[in-house]
């Protein structure tokens, strides 16, 4: 069975993008596919082309180096020799720099470069590297050797950076430098399930660095896919005539939620107890994978009392209103309510509405607040 139902416009688009060397900011919330939607891009991509895309997970690192060091393995040979030849005067890379790049051409296992004293010791790496990452692409005759990056939550590693206390200036000049591979050929898609505009804008990292990326969001799927996916996943199981009772106890129809379905629905024999199920295996297992995650964003990311109040308060609103959203009032809330507004959305719990307001970014989310606060959902 195809686990891109519904997402074969999306993969379009992507590939049209790649394909004109344009990179792509790939965007949506936790759990909602973006992984499996670029993992597939690389494979399709891969399986017919002889110029092979490179999938990097950066989600867990907190140093710059570990992330260059991904990136320029992730380069042909042939490129890696002719950067190793221009960086042959470069006196700000040392030894231990030049012995890394030479053990990458010769085709050895994967040496780490030595951890600097500091990151502004790894800008001085990245600078000549980077420049002599542009003028190999310049001296290419084939661009198609190098087709194109995936880095998977790119955002999460600019904000493990910043956490540690990684100066923002010093992010700015990765940031700036990335750009300019992607300008020079290079194309990257890009995925984020926190915002990397309020993250910046948190920070006062100019948004250039941003400049020719993009757009592309994964909704959740509408009543009628998710029915589709069921009756594919499900297929003859006995539980599929139950479809309707399932689709009326998900809180939304992403593929995270839809799956974890098929999990517990194919273990029953058959569907006596789907209710039973679904009240006391699906439904909790979609509420831990949502609810905690977010509560430690709310716990760990405001912990000014007065900024917490701020965010709550304007939780509370959007619980009280419409699903389809409405304009937060901050008429009486303190004067610091701007920035937990920024946060609130650069963590997703909340995005704009077209009424101009804002509303919970998924049903689950809104549900969850409701009974922090013993609101009727």
């Known amino acids: 069975m195809n686990g891109f139902m519904f997402r074969d416009q999306e993969i379009r688009r992507i590939q049209t993008a790649l394909q004109r060397k344009e ?8 759990r909602i596919g973006k992984t499996a939607l670029m993992k597939e891009i690389v494979r399709r991509h891969n399986a017919t082309h002889s110029g092979k895309a490179v999938y990097l997970d950066v989600s867990d690192y907190i140093r710059l180096y570990d992330f260059y ?16 030849y221009l960086l042959q005067t470069a006196q700000s890379i040392p030894d ?20 600097p004293v500091d990151e502004a010791t790894v800008i001085r790496y990245w600078e000549p590297i980077a420049k002599a990452m542009l003028e190999s692409l310049e001296a290419s005759s084939d661009s198609n050797e190098i087709p194109f990056f995936v880095i998977d939550e790119f955002p999460y590693m600019l904000k493990n950076l910043l956490d540690r206390k990684v100066p923002a200036e010093e992010v700015a000049v990765a940031l700036a430098m ?70 009326a106890r998900l809180p939304d129809y992403i593929p995270d939620f839809l799956n974890q379905s098929v999990h517990y629905l194919n273990g029953l024999p058959d569907a006596s107890n789907v209710d039973v199920v679904m009240d006391n295996e699906v439904l909790p297992a979609i509420r831990r994978s949502f609810d905690e995650p977010f509560q430690e964003r709310l716990t760990r990311n405001y912990p000014d009392p007065v900024e917490r109040f701020c965010a709550e308060q304007m939780l509370d609103q959007l619980a009280r209103a419409p699903e389809t959203g409405t304009p937060i009032d901050t008429s009486k809330l303190p004067p610091i309510h701007p920035q937990a507004l920024t946060k609130l959305k650069h963590d997703m719990f909340i995005e704009e509405a077209s009424s101009h307001g804002y509303r919970f970014t998924l049903n689950a989310l809104r549900l969850w607040w409701c009974s922090q606060r013993g609101m009727a959902g």
């Not at 012995?99 to 085709?107: E, S």
């Open 23 to 30: 990179s792509v900011l790939l965007t949506g919330i936790c």
């Open 69 to 84: 060091d991904e990136l320029l393995a992730g380069m042909p040979k042939p490129f890696i020799k002719h950067m190793a």
């Open 96 to 115: 231990v720099g030049m012995n890394w790049l030479r053990r990458h051409i010769d085709g050895a296992s994967k040496i780490k470069l030595r951890e």
């Open 178 to 247: 990335l750009r300019k591979l992607r300008d020079s050929g290079i194309p990257m898609l890009l995925s984020s399930s926190i915002s990397l505009e309020n993250l910046l804008a948190l920070h006062t990292i100019p948004h250039t660095v941003l400049g020719g990326l993009q757009r592309e969001s994964l909704r959740p799927f509408t009543r009628s896919e998710a029915r589709s996916y069921l009756e594919a996943r499900l297929a003859d199981h006995p539980t599929a005539v139950e479809i309707d009772l399932v689709l």
